[in-house]
């Protein structure tokens, strides 16, 4: 390997160990419903993100809430000497992204059917600490 692609593979590595990552696959909810609440989420602080979600009417927060607590989990994993308070970590990004769809028909009037779509999303969140955790 040569110097400069060692150098910017351990820059690379370097920035990645600033971030953590939770992905939900197959939730059976609409993706335009889950982004109204990750909208409401996005950039926030993790603890100002937690309180927003706890106290959301939306059914789609409770699955967010746990996604970010996983996250939350999977930076402490990697950063095992540095607290979360003084990281002061946020959601650096918040992506929603269709799914699989299940079809299903409904019976209508004179012996048509109609097609239902279920459809189902996959969120990934990543979660970045603003302070250098250095030492």
Not at 30 to 45: I, Q, T
Not at 62 to 70: F, G
Not at 79 to 102: C, Q, T, Y
Request: net charge positive; aromatic share 2%; hydrophobic share 40%.
């Amino acid at each position: 390997m040569g110097s400069r692609k060692k150098q910017m593979a351990d820059a690379i590595k370097e920035a990645k160990k600033e971030i953590a990552f939770a992905k939900l696959n197959n939730c059976p909810t609409s993706p335009r419903k889950m982004r109204l609440v990750a909208d409401l989420v996005r950039g926030e602080r993790v603890e100002k993100a937690l309180n927003i979600l706890k106290f959301s009417q939306k059914e789609a927060s409770n699955r967010l809430e746990t996604l970010l607590l996983s996250a939350i989990a999977n930076w402490q994993a990697k950063n095992e000497d540095a607290s979360i308070e003084e990281a002061e970590l946020f959601i650096k990004e918040i992506r929603v992204d269709g799914g699989s769809m299940l079809k299903r028909l409904r019976p209508a009037p004179q012996g048509r059917a109609h097609r239902i779509r279920k459809r189902s999303n996959h969120v990934t969140i990543v979660v970045g600490a603003k302070n250098n955790t250095q030492s």
